[in-house]
């Protein structure tokens, strides 16, 4: 079993940034790939961001493209997503969640574990 806890949301102003955090605690001797999905009120859970086991690759949805660089620190068993220039449509839950797949998955069935998620808030 795999734990994930995220941190680092809030509420932030237009053009602003924040960085979340996803801890990864439990069975981590495996290598998992990561990503962030998000979740508005009304909406369906969205993929934002995936990173592959050894950090070599990454995928992004259009959405967030150009604004946020997702990273993993394997050593703190640890993933990251910085989002910069943040819109008021970037409001959400943000949740955190491993898979076991080599690859990247941009679906949310093909991931294993998930976090409890983070709100971020992005006033106008």
């Known amino acids: 079993q795999v734990r994930l806890v995220e941190s680092g949301g809030g509420l932030v102003q237009a053009g602003g940034s924040l960085r979340l955090s996803c801890a990864a605690s439990?069975?981590?001797?495996?290598?998992?790939?990561i990503g962030w999905f998000r979740q508005a009120p009304g909406k369906e859970r969205e993929f934002v961001a995936g990173?592959?086991?050894?950090?070599?690759?990454?995928s992004y949805a259009d959405s967030v493209k150009g604004r946020s660089t997702i990273s993993r620190d394997n050593a703190k068993n640890t993933a990251y997503l910085q989002m910069n220039s943040l819109k008021p449509e970037d409001t959400a839950i943000y949740y955190c969640?491993?898979?076991?797949?080599?690859?990247?998955?941009?679906?949310?069935?093909?991931?294993?574990?998930w976090g409890q998620g983070t709100q971020v808030t992005v006033s106008s």
């Open positions: 969640s491993a898979s076991l797949l080599y690859g990247i998955s941009t679906r949310s069935q093909f991931y294993d574990y």
């Open positions: 439990g069975r981590t001797d495996s290598n998992y790939a």
């Open positions: 990173i592959s086991r050894g950090g070599g690759s990454t």
